[in-house]
């Protein structure tokens, strides 16, 4: 038996986190540097990293890089500027308004070099003509609040960007462009993440407004006007688009797969329950608790302790006015369903150290989470109904704080069962 199950579910989600930290995965996939002029450019919490790894190989470069207030890193050559995340800000679009101009004087033979991680969606910003960043700080508001999938999230983005979708690759034509990629979303679609801004996208400015109306967020007056008059997203096929090669070289299943081989090594049973899940935090939460409450009970004293290992990237449709996020809120969830179940813990933490807009990773809990709780005075039904759980995990001290991992590979969870002790 593992003797401290928080502990060892805090090790397996470092380990997920060390194998997508660029400076571990990204050389393998730099080619030798060019020898004509070669340009960096990129956004997203990983990417001043990304370009820490690329000076490491290819020495000082040319570029701009926009990550997240407090992701910086030491480059010397590429330029890092740090703006806000997950709502764009001033610094993010005068810092985008200077990575178009650089990549627009790009020629032939030039090489661009983007560096995109998730976090690029809100980073990347320069809306369309007619909406103010104060509008688009309140549109971005009201999707994260709205429970909308993120591929839905960044289809509204999308067209409401002069960068996005394939506009920061168009801008570079005709310099041959190279985008590395560290995945955050379910399944991969590299035009999805980020934005894709250095991918071609299908879809239409309807297909945005369809999205706002399906999951009832609220636009200021002028986005509907934008949305009417069309977009510049790139549709694929476009011939600025025929030199742009874009390559995901990071993504949620090698995490996972490096914490089940550790967790195979301490002689656990893993089940990958998949990489891309999706849905309401609370109710995957559910499902979740049913099943491992179901496996616990087709388990003998003896048997191996079995791990439920999931990845993907949930949702929460805000209804309270607490302080939550995905992965906060699938505890509680998860810690309400069990109901002090004897032998199953739980971590549920964010790859990229952020969950929601709070400076925490996620939480941890076990059979005695609802005991301590009442301990504390604290609700935890209460909390769930006002999506208030990193207020409830801060007052349990059950909170995984990372700080900034430099990485993101989306959600990372997992779930540890004991079998029923004999005698």
Excluded at 208 to 222: C, K
């Amino acid at each position: 038996m593992i003797d401290r199950p928080d502990l060892f579910l805090r090790h397996l989600f470092d380990r997920a986190v060390e194998v997508a930290d660029p400076m571990r995965s990204l050389r393998e996939f730099l080619p030798e540097k060019p020898k004509g002029r070669v340009i960096v450019v990129g956004a997203g919490k990983a990417s001043a990293r990304m370009a820490e790894a690329v000076e490491a190989v290819w020495g000082p470069c040319e570029g701009l890089v926009i990550t997240r207030y407090g992701y910086a890193r030491p480059c010397h050559g590429i330029e890092i500027v740090e703006a806000a995340h997950p709502v764009p800000d001033q610094a993010g679009l005068e810092a985008t308004a200077r990575m178009l101009s650089l990549v627009e004087g790009a020629g032939e033979g030039d090489f661009v070099l983007a560096l995109i991680s998730g976090g690029a969606s809100a980073l990347l910003v320069q809306p369309v003509a007619g909406v103010s960043l104060a509008e688009k700080q309140a549109v971005n508001q009201a999707l994260l609040a709205s429970g909308a999938p993120i591929d839905r999230m960044n289809t509204v983005r999308k067209h409401l960007s002069r960068v996005k979708g394939g506009q920061l690759a168009a801008a570079a034509w005709p310099a041959d462009l190279l985008a590395l990629i560290i995945s955050d979303v379910p399944g991969d679609d590299p035009a999805f993440i980020g934005s894709g801004p250095t991918v071609g996208d299908p879809s239409t400015p309807d297909d945005a407004l369809a999205v706002i109306d399906r999951w009832n967020v609220e636009v200021p007056a002028s986005v509907r006007k934008a949305l009417s008059h069309g977009s510049g997203v790139v549709q694929p096929g476009d011939p600025r688009l025929a030199g742009v090669s874009n390559v995901i070289y990071a993504a949620p299943r090698q995490s996972l797969e490096a914490a089940a081989a550790l967790a195979v090594q301490a002689g656990c049973e893993v089940r990958l329950l998949g990489d891309a899940l999706e849905g309401e935090a609370r109710v995957v939460a559910e499902a979740q608790a049913k099943e491992a409450l179901a496996l616990q009970a087709g388990m003998k004293p003896g048997d191996p302790q079995i791990l439920l290992l999931s990845g993907g990237e949930l949702t929460v449709t805000r209804r309270g006015d607490g302080i939550g996020g995905p992965n906060a809120e699938f505890c509680l969830s998860l810690a309400i369903a069990l109901d002090c179940a004897e032998g199953i813990h739980a971590l549920a933490c964010d790859t990229d150290g952020v969950d929601g807009a709070a400076e925490v990773a996620g939480a941890v809990i076990g059979p005695d989470t609802l005991k301590t709780a009442a301990e504390c005075k604290v609700d935890p039904q209460l909390a769930l109904e006002r999506n208030d759980a990193h207020s409830f995990f801060e007052a349990l001290d059950a909170q995984v704080v990372t700080g900034p991992t430099l990485t993101n590979v989306n959600d990372f969870r997992a779930i540890l069962i004991e079998p029923p002790r004999g005698g």
